[in-house]
């Protein structure tokens, strides 16, 4: 067995496995592992003062898997490491180690990361955590209650060389209370000197907001228009309770006229210079003076893997090479050396850059582990130094150019896992990146979003099990998205609806961390936001502090509940995760005091208790912090956003004026022409395109609209100026919002032109459109369908006057609110499209629909297709009476398209592949039908030994509407990671017309894998 830590024993003495393998590894290149499986190397063990150490040699190596008292964490506590040497005439690479340890496990206590805790058999923890100021180290469990370390150690070593390995902390103690696992991560951390991480006092009452001045990365960072016109922002995103920016790289990264001509702020191309393509310097200065004006903290950014910045190249001996001496260029520019004195200093020098320009107050840092072990380095042997021994010499020179007499205590956000050495970097405050929420909520997508109690109990045991983990007092972020999550998976609203995003930011509001928005996440959300938003920062005992998760079903099973307890005001935040509405009439959870009222931040709605009693409704998706007294959030006033409709007379003959508003049905270049009718009441229009027909009820104008959509024409516009306000009835969610021009060209004098085709490939948004950028749209029935029993629009002026579009129903392929400025010229206006065809919609979402897996080679777009829309024109006298118009008790979430059923007890994605640990299922029902035979060809993993094997041919079962389909396989090696070869496969030929269509994977072996989008392929007669 290896190393046994059993509550009677000082130090392990059973050393060894069954068959005498050893409980420490290093692994060489080119040799076997080190000591070899086969036990035919003993270890001899030495004692010396508490320091106890075992020893394998053979033929020139020697390792030593060393055992030091760690006095800190008590007498059965010691500090494990390795130290190899190579006494052989040769020069070897020693490229990974790896530790075990073996105990008598009654069960895992807990693991998170950077713990791995156990109880024994005896009845104490037997605790491992992992602390590497040089390297990464990961701790896991192993079946039969085994424990491994794994560490990437990467050393040259010539003869005579050794390498010192340090690896993790394994201890004993006692398990005596009701929360030993989080009681020995506080001792751990305080042994090694960090007691608490304190920020400073804003970060506990701030909103985060990710933004580029460029633009969001839909449109390769490249379609806001620069310093000057983001700016126009701030004073709404203040409004929204934004009040510290994450800003995107501001160093000169852009070149050309165009995006496509370089590429974007992740290959910066002078680290010392403000891109003048944004505004250079005096751009950026007036940009962060706005912030500061709003009371907003600027964060800025710094891309240390160099690209092709002059710095990066002008330092070629530090550019990172793996084994075989090969440039590693893992972005495609220089791939720095975090650990280069030089780099560090140009890394420094761009952040005094920016802290003097524009006062920043902190730094994300991309990719902070650095680009892999450096195997040039100049510095040292020590390969894998340059990985997290470089991260943190780099992490305090970022601090040291930031630092000012106005900002004394930087904030670093590293984007990396929350390795725990990064919280401890002197004179800064760390804050951790959140990693590990955005991988874990990739699971709510199809039907498992249909049911909000089995997101809500996996939401419950995510945040239980992460408790305690971070250093105490350390923070992390907390968000849904970034600009990485929209390449991989769409924005939130597009994966979970309006209605979701909103529940789950209301999650991340509720417990600790600090909050944060990425760029125009906020589109429609505006009130509701606000609201959320200026509520936590009235609140900062929600930032930080204690929290207690009740059982899943305390309120309700599909309302996520935490406590966050406070000598003052206690909080009892509860978020409806469903689309309905809920009546809670339950006992207050024992960790939260009993008032006699209890009141919500959030809108001001009160309720009484009574014997414990907490009895409250919420409506679908809310979000509500309940207290035992009235909050004041201090909702500032709204800024006036809309520009005024312009006064002379319009050339369209559909034109209606109201307040200080302009709507026009259709545009001057339809050439509607009035049919002459008898009844004044009753009018008719034709054009080329087809027929409207507007009637005059009590309840308004009924327009009524039978045209015929083409590419060209796709169907009908209506315009808006003047509008101060929109508002959308959608099914989850009455969407709201500001009218706010985000979208502008960037100065002419900068030669710099994005185009809406300058897109990045399959995005945005997982192939929601064809090879464009769609900017400008604020909402679609795409994205979020209207409420089927109230659909409505509605937009209002500044004085509160309101147009509202009633009753709106369609067979549209999509229905769009947009402010044009996907076009050019880009007047001020909303546009309001009711497309028969969307021609920017991808090919496959045009004939089949959003969310069908059907991928079919030659595809054609949609040419012409019929289009009929009816709705209601009213014009309220009142914001009020609008919004009353719209009301409506809003629907769950119905996932578009395909409805995938998952049965399998876990998936994880990797490369957008779906992995099995276990057998399971998928099944898509709903698929839509396609006139014709087709062969059905999938990507399925068919070996876990090689490119060529086949020794997972037969561990699938296919099924297309119950009929069982033979597996014909095709090229292999199509795809592969780690041990997981892909293949192509066919099935078929079947006939896929008729009706919607219901297919099924079932796998039989553990680890078979897919990828979840069918390929048709017409079938050969």
């Not at 199809?446 to 099990?465: A, K, V, Y």
């Not at 597009?494 to 209301?506: D, E, I, K, P, T």
């Not at 315009?719 to 009455?734: C, E, F, K, P, Y």
């Not at 991808?842 to 959003?850: E, H, I, K, L, T």
Request: glycine residues 10%; charged residues 20%; negative net charge.
């Amino acid at each position: 067995m290896p190393p046994r830590l059993l509550s009677e024993m000082p130090l392990p003495n059973d050393i060894r496995r069954p068959g005498n393998d050893p409980a420490a590894w290093v692994f060489v290149a080119g040799r076997e592992q080190f000591p070899p499986a086969d036990g035919s190397v003993a270890p001899v063990e030495q004692n010396d003062g508490g320091t106890f150490v075992f020893v394998y040699e053979r033929d020139g190596l020697r390792l030593e898997d060393r055992y030091e008292s760690f006095s800190a964490l008590g007498p059965l506590a010691w500090r494990r490491s390795l130290h190899f040497t190579n006494s052989t005439d040769q020069t070897l690479d020693l490229v990974r180690a790896q530790l075990d340890f073996q105990t008598d496990i009654a069960t895992v206590a807990w693991h998170q990361h950077p713990f791995h805790m156990v109880q024994t058999t005896s009845g104490q923890l037997l605790c491992v955590a992992k602390w590497n100021e040089a390297e990464s180290v990961s701790v896991n469990g192993l079946g039969q209650g085994g424990i491994r370390a794994e560490v990437s150690a990467a050393w040259r070593l010539a003869p005579g060389q050794s390498a010192d390995i340090r690896a993790v902390d394994v201890w004993l103690a006692p398990n005596t209370d009701d929360d030993p696992t989080r009681r020995e991560a506080r001792r751990w951390y305080a042994a090694h000197g960090v007691d608490k991480v304190v920020y400073p006092d804003w970060v506990y009452r701030s909103i985060w907001y990710e933004a580029s001045a460029g633009g969001h990365i839909d449109s390769r960072f490249s379609d806001v228009g620069g310093f000057d016109a983001f700016a126009r922002q701030i004073p709404y995103l203040s409004a929204v309770g934004i009040n510290a920016i994450w800003l995107n790289a501001v160093q000169t990264h852009k070149s050309g006229a165009n995006p496509l001509a370089g590429w974007n702020h992740y290959a910066p191309r002078n680290q010392l210079e403000i891109d003048p393509v944004l505004g250079g310097a005096e751009g950026f200065a007036r940009l962060t003076a706005a912030m500061h004006r709003e009371g907003m903290h600027p964060i800025g950014e710094i891309v240390p893997h160099g690209g092709h910045s002059v710095q990066a190249e002008a330092l070629p001996a530090w550019h990172t090479r793996d084994r075989e001496g090969n440039l590693r260029k893992n972005w495609g520019g220089c791939g720095m050396d975090n650990a280069s004195p030089e780099w560090q200093d140009a890394c420094r020098q761009s952040m005094r850059l920016q802290a003097e320009t524009g006062g920043i107050e902190g730094v994300r840092i991309d990719v902070a582990p650095g680009q892999g072990a450096n195997w040039g380095s100049p510095r040292t042997n020590h390969a894998s130094y340059s990985n997290m021994g470089g991260c943190l010499e780099l992490m305090a020179a970022l601090r040291d150019g930031i630092r000012t007499p106005a900002c004394p205590v930087p904030i670093l956000l590293p984007e990396s896992g929350d390795q725990p050495e990064m919280f401890a970097v002197p004179g800064a405050a760390t804050l951790g990146y959140g990693w590990a929420f955005w991988m874990f909520s990739q699971r709510f997508k199809g039907e498992m979003l249909t049911h909000p109690e089995r997101i809500n109990q996996e939401l419950r045991d995510f945040f239980e099990n992460e408790r305690g983990s971070l250093p105490p007092g350390a923070l992390g972020l907390r968000t849904i998205n970034n600009h990485d999550t929209v390449c991989h998976s769409g924005r939130p609203a597009y994966r979970f609806g309006v209605g979701m995003q909103r529940a789950l930011y209301g999650v991340l509001l509720s417990v600790p961390g600090v909050p944060m928005l990425y760029q125009e996440e906020e589109i429609g959300s505006f009130e509701v936001l606000r609201r959320m938003n200026f509520a936590r920062r009235a609140l900062p005992q929600l930032a930080a502090g204690d929290v207690v998760y009740p059982p899943a079903d305390f309120a309700h099973p599909a309302v996520f509940a935490a406590v966050r307890p406070d000598p003052k005001q206690p909080v009892l935040c509860l978020v409806n995760l469903s689309g309905e509405r809920i009546v809670i009439d339950s006992d207050l959870p024992k960790s939260f005091p009993a008032p006699r009222r209890l009141c919500d931040a959030i809108t001001g709605a009160t309720s009484g208790v009574r014997d414990r009693r907490l009895r409250y409704t919420l409506a679908a998706y809310q979000t509500a912090f309940l207290t035992g007294s009235p909050v004041d959030i201090g909702l500032p006033e709204e800024p006036v956003t809309a520009p005024a409709a312009p006064d002379e007379p319009s050339a369209s003959p559909l034109s209606y004026h109201h307040g200080q508003m302009r709507l026009e049905i259709g545009r001057p270049e339809d050439g509607w022409v009035a049919s002459d009718s008898a009844n004044p009441m009753c009018q008719s229009f034709v054009s080329p395109a087809g027929k409207l027909q507007l009637v005059q009820t009590p309840d308004g104008l009924s327009v009524t609209a039978d045209l015929v959509a083409t590419r060209q024409h796709p169907g009908l516009v209506l315009t808006v100026q003047g509008a101060q306000r929109w508002l959308v009835s959608g099914r989850t969610a009455l969407l709201d919002d500001l009218v706010l021009r985000r979208h502008y060209p960037f100065p002419a004098g900068s030669g710099y032109l994005w185009q809406r085709q300058h897109a990045w490939g399959h995005l945005p948004w997982g192939g929601l459109y064809q090879g464009v950028c769609a900017s400008g749209r604020l909402w679609q029935t795409q994205v979020e369908p209207l409420h089927p029993q109230h659909p409505g629009i509605g937009f209002f002026d500044p004085g509160g006057q309101g147009i509202l579009l009633a009753n709106l129903h369609t067979d549209a392929m999509n229905v769009v609110l947009t402010d044009a400025s996907d076009e050019t010229p880009e007047p001020a206006r909303l546009e309001l499209r009711i497309l028969g065809i969307d021609p920017d919609l991808a090919v496959g979402v045009q004939r089949f629909g959003r969310g069908q897996p059907w991928q079919l080679a030659g595809l054609a777009p949609v040419e012409s297709r019929p289009l009929h829309a009816e709705f209601l024109l009213r014009f309220p006298e009142s914001a009020t009476a609008c919004g009353n118009l719209l009301h409506a008790l809003r629907l769950p979430y119905a996932p578009p398209g395909a409805d995938l059923v998952v049965d399998a007890p876990k998936v994880s994605d990797m490369g957008g592949r779906q992995f099995l640990p276990e057998p399971g299922s998928f099944t898509w029902q709903n698929l839509a039908p396609v006139e014709g035979r087709f062969e059905i060809e999938l990507e399925l993993r068919l070996s876990e030994r090689s490119g060529t094997d086949t020794d997972l041919a037969d561990a699938y079962e296919i099924t297309l509407d119950g009929q069982a389909l033979p597996v014909h396989w095709g090229q292999q090696d199509v795809w592969h990671t780690g041990n997981a070869y892909f293949a192509k496969a066919r099935l078929g030929p079947v006939d896929l017309g008729g009706q919607n269509h219901r297919l099924r994977i079932r796998t039989l072996r553990p680890w078979c894998a897919f990828q979840p989008a069918f390929r048709l392929i017409p079938a050969k007669e």
